[in-house]
Each structure stands twice: as C-alpha cells, then as structure tokens.
C-alpha cells in the first residue's frame, strides 16, 4: 500500500508544484502551474489559508498547522482539526443546502488539507459590520442555517445509532473544544497567562467580574451544559468571522471546532457577535453617524431569532422522526397540542442557554486571549474602553439574568439604554 506523504506546510511558492497534480485543483484552475497566482490570506487565529487562480479559475487552499497560530509553536494543536472541519461541511452542506458553505473539491488528511470554493466577492461578516454595511439577507440565511443544522443533526431527525456514531467521530475533537472550554469558559474570569484586556482603562471592571460569584457560577453551569450536553452537530465557532457574505449570498465558513454540543451554543455565539458589532459602532463612526447602523443590528438580532425560532418550530412539526418526542405519543393520537407543548419547552431551554453563551462570548472577547476586531482596531484607547465596558456589563446582565429575561425587546432595550449612558 502507498505511505501517505509525511504532513508538510506549504507555501506560496512550493504550493504550485506540491498541488499542481491534484486533479480536482486543475480542473478548476487550470494545469499551466506556471501561470498559478498564489496569496496566502489566512488571518484566523488557527491555519494558513491560500488563494489560487489560475488561467480558468480560482479556489481556495486551506491547511491546519501542528500548532496554533496566534501563538506559535509553543502550542501545539492536532492536524486532524482539518478532518473534522471536511465532515462537518459535509454534514452541514446535507443538512442547511447546497451554498450554505464552499463546496468541497478535495480533502487530503495527511496534509491537513482542503481545496474549496472561492468565495468572490464575499468579505467576511465582521468586515462588512464593521464597515457599516447593511446585508439585507443575513438574519433569515443564518437564522435558517443554524435550525436546520441544529435540528438536523439532533435526536429530533437522525437515526440513534447513526447519530451516537458521528457523536463518537466528532468526540475526538477534544483539542477543538478544549481551546473553547478554557478560553470562553475559564480563562477570562481569571488571570490566566494569554488574557489580555484594554489597560489601565478597563482594569476596574474586569476585577469586579473576576470578584463576581454569579457570574463565575453561571459561566461553570455553562461550561458544564457545553462540555456534556451532546445535543447536535454544532459549528463550534459561529462568530461573525465565520460567515462571508454579499447582498445577495450568506456562506458559513470554517467549522473546524464542530462537536455535538449544545443546541444554544451557535445561536448564542451568533448573537453574542451581533451585539458586540452593535457596542463597537461608536469606534468605527469617523464623522458618519451609525445610528441607522445600530438599529440595523438590533433589528437582525430579532430578525434571527424569530427566524430560527420558526424554522425549528417548522422542523418539528412536519420533519421529527428521531427518538425524541415520538409522534407515537402526540400527533398520531390526535394530541397535536402536546407536541407544541413540548416544543414550547425545547425552544425555551435553548432560549435561556443562548443568553448565557452569548455572554460568555462577549466577555472573552473583551477579557481573554482572542480578541475582536470590532473592538480591537478602535484606536482612541479610551473609545474602546467605553465600548468595551458597555459590552462588558451588558454580557454580565444576559448570562447572569438569563432565566428571568422573556424576550428579545427587552434586552434590546436594555442595549440602547446602556449605549446612551441611560444607565450604567
Ligand atoms: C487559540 S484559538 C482562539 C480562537 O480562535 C478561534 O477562531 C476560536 O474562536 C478560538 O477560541
Ligand atoms: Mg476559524
């Protein structure tokens, strides 16, 4: 049998000859590797991603490294990452629709290699939020990609024994969820190594949320729902650097934390990085008033929810055939009543976690290792600080208080007054 090459980073320069032989790549982009035109664009925290176009086309090259590269070698990080990543497109692609992601042309696990879709002129969300660029499709196309992934994946739709063997394969993405486990979960609510936050300006509050017992009881209950609750394939990493978009087109990229976790942990994420883009428009205003633009984000923050809420909701009535809630018990003896009950109860337990990782996202954004660039390219210290802190108490409010808030006006609300220094 053929020994699969030894894992070696490519380049640029070594990528033409290295791939020039991949059919799946120069059927694409053409076999002339001469004519290649290779950038390396990866700004993710993880891997090295590469553009390549060719005298027919282009596609994208994404590779993992032995390590992580926000930090360097000192950390090391499992290749196989790009294999969980290549299944849970797969997956998604079966589950959300053809152009929900890139399509996939080629997989290669020794390398830790995947060859996509070029996605053109998509930017990536967090660009065009910060921008101040109003998408008109996001709310529904993200809103609807998260219910049907999540309901699809679940209980709810899969074959048990199907299911509990793909959560057995995703259960090796250890490594994966460790990062999240420690950096949303753990770190930012102590003085861990690689935390980082805006000083001297924001050390008094994250003092007090370090002192804050609620809080720290609640992140734990949180960490505790994410690390045993194995719900559903989710993307694992559904911020707004994870989506690429145009007007007309939403794509969710890079699903290489998936993991069968929590229903809420996507939803909450989503939502947490609508609210930060919202707290951050104060930095990126130069003259142009955002106020159209922080209704924007309010309004998609809404329009999402409502969204997934009725697509989940459409799901379960006309496409449950899984385990859970069998019809058996409801709607095939004329107890359509109790099915909506039920899922009355499913919708308000996913509810409630969402705030909770919504917070949680907010505040190690702010507080831990891996920042955003919503807040991070505010250069006025002081301005950022004040966006930072607005953000910050208001993801204390949303975790802490989950269980006693109803809905979505009031927390918008709440979001609005903290933003006009109505309260504080
Ligand atoms: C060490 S990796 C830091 C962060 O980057 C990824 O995008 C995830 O969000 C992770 O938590
Ligand atoms: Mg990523």
């Known amino acids: 049998m053929k020994q699969a090459a030894a894992f070696e980073a490519l380049t640029a320069e070594t990528l033409p000859s290295r791939l020039g032989g991949t059919e799946a790549l120069t059927s694409r982009i053409g076999t002339d590797t001469a004519g290649w035109r290779v950038r390396e664009v990866g700004d993710g925290n993880l891997n090295l991603v590469f553009i390549v176009e060719g005298a027919k086309g282009a596609a994208v090259v994404k590779q993992a490294l032995p390590y992580v590269r926000l930090v360097g070698e000192s950390w090391p990080l499992p290749l196989k990452r790009s294999f969980f990543e290549y299944h849970a497109l797969k997956r998604q692609e079966a589950r959300a629709g053809v152009g929900t992601v890139p399509a996939i042309y080629h997989f290669d696990e020794a390398q830790a290699l995947i060859v996509m879709e070029y996605l053109s002129p998509h930017i990536i969300l967090r660009k065009a939020l910060i921008e101040g660029r109003q998408l008109p499709k996001i709310a529904e196309d993200l809103g609807r990609f998260v219910a049907r992934t999540l309901f699809r994946g679940s209980d709810l739709s899969m074959k048990a024994r199907e299911r509990k063997e793909d959560v057995a394969l995703f259960a090796d993405n250890a490594e994966l969820c460790d990062i999240t486990e420690s950096l949303v979960f753990t770190d930012p609510y102590y003085e861990a190594e690689l935390n980082s936050h805006t000083s001297p300006q924001l050390d008094g509050i994250v003092a007090e949320l370090r002192a804050d017992r609620d809080l720290k009881v609640e992140a734990q209950r949180l960490k505790h729902l994410f690390a045993s609750s194995a719900e559903t394939l989710v993307h694992g990493d559904l911020h707004s650097g994870s989506i690429m978009v145009t ?37 990126h205003e130069a003259g ?60 308000h337990s996913i509810w409630t976690d969402m705030l909770g990782f919504a917070g949680v996202e907010i505040h190690r954004r702010i507080l831990g290792l891996a920042h955003n660039a919503d807040f991070e390219i505010i250069e006025d210290k002081d301005l950022r600080a004040a966006c930072e802190t607005r953000a910050l108490k208001f993801g204390r409010h949303i975790a802490v208080n989950r269980e006693r808030i109803h809905g979505l006006d009031e927390i918008n609300v709440l979001a609005g007054r903290l933003e006009k220094g109505i309260v504080s």
């Open 247 to 283: 007007d007309e087109e939403t794509r969710v990229i890079d699903p290489e934390f998936a993991f069968y976790g929590p229903m809420a942990f996507d939803v909450g994420m989503l939502l947490a990085n609508f609210w930060m883009a919202y707290f951050s428009q104060a930095g």
């Open 288 to 347: 142009n008033d955002r106020a159209g633009m922080r209704a924007y984000l309010l309004e998609v923050i809404v329009d999402t929810w409502s969204v997934f809420r009725s697509e989940f909701s459409n799901l379960w009535r006309t496409e449950r055939s899984g385990m859970l809630y069998d019809r058996r018990l409801f709607e095939d003896r004329g107890d359509a009543l109790g099915s909506e009950q039920a899922l009355d109860r499913v919708l």
